[in-house]
């Protein structure tokens, strides 16, 4: 079992900046694919970025391609999401997310990933 945990969610105008982490705890010593994922009101949970286990190779989505930024920090098990130019639509809640690699799903999809954190609030005001 692994636990996450994510912080640093918050009120940002239109243009600021937002770094979130997501520390995990429990059997950290597997290796993970990490990723973000978020969720307007009404809208389904999409996702954002992951960063894999292996090689360390990263994704993003195309709404956020060249403003946010994945890292991870294995001696610390905490995972990064640096938010830079944030618009409004990317209000939402944001989820920390773990898959265990062996299995390596597509990364894409919020079902590949087997723990979730409780999720952060972003608000991006215009």
């Known amino acids: 079992q692994v636990q996450l945990v994510e912080s640093g969610g918050g009120l940002v105008q239109a243009g600021g900046s937002l770094r979130l982490s997501c520390v995990a705890s429990?059997?950290?010593?597997?290796?993970?694919?990490m990723g973000w994922f978020r969720q307007a009101p009404g809208k389904e949970r999409e996702f954002v970025a992951t960063?894999?286990?292996?090689?360390?190779?990263?994704y993003y989505a195309d709404s956020v391609k060249g403003r946010f930024t994945i890292s991870r920090d294995n001696a610390k098990n905490t995972l990064y999401l640096q938010m830079n130019s944030l618009k409004p639509e990317d209000t939402a809640v944001y989820y920390c997310?773990?898959?265990?690699?062996?299995?390596?799903?597509?990364?894409?999809?919020?079902?590949?990933?087997?723990?979730w954190g409780q999720g952060t609030q972003v608000t991006v005001s215009s």
């Open positions: 960063i894999i286990w292996s090689g360390g190779s990263t």
């Open positions: 997310a773990a898959e265990q690699a062996w299995r390596g799903g597509r990364y894409y999809l919020a079902r590949s990933y087997d723990y």
């Open positions: 429990g059997r950290t010593s597997l290796g993970y694919n």
